[in-house]
């Protein structure tokens, strides 16, 4: 049974840092592209970031660019999300997933397996 598990969010200040993390079991996804995308209170998911399978590729939501970094590691099974210079506007529920194929995609259909997200809130 596939499951992934978030981890690292929490309560910051405009201008902080966290770093998510997540673990998958069940299988190995070496083979497949992983993302992360967030959902805030009233709106529906929206993609934040993705890499491919061999990590020779990111793609980003402009509104992170700049801020936000995804990375794999294969050994572990499990990737992360570093967000820096967090604003107010990143205050969501962070969920990781891993796709149906080997690219970083962009829209929930293209991922198959889900975490159960983790809260990030942004705020003074």
């Known amino acids: 049974q596939v499951q992934l598990v978030e981890s690292g969010g929490g309560l910051v200040q405009p201008g902080g840092s966290l770093r998510l993390s997540c673990a998958a079991s069940?299988?190995?996804?070496?083979?497949?592209?992983m993302g992360w995308f967030r959902q805030a209170p009233g709106k529906e998911r929206e993609f934040v970031a993705a890499i491919n399978y061999s990590s020779g590729y990111t793609r980003y939501t402009d509104s992170v660019k700049g801020r936000f970094t995804i990375s794999r590691d294969y050994a572990r099974n499990a990737v992360y999300l570093q967000m820096n210079s967090l604003k107010p506007e990143d205050t969501a529920v962070y969920y990781c997933?891993?796709?149906?194929?080997?690219?970083?995609?962009?829209?929930?259909?293209?991922?198959?397996?889900w975490g159960q997200g983790t809260q990030v809130t942004v705020s003074s």
């Open positions: 997933a891993v796709g149906n194929g080997a690219a970083a995609a962009t829209t929930t259909y293209e991922y198959d397996y």
């Open positions: 069940g299988r190995t996804f070496g083979s497949n592209g």
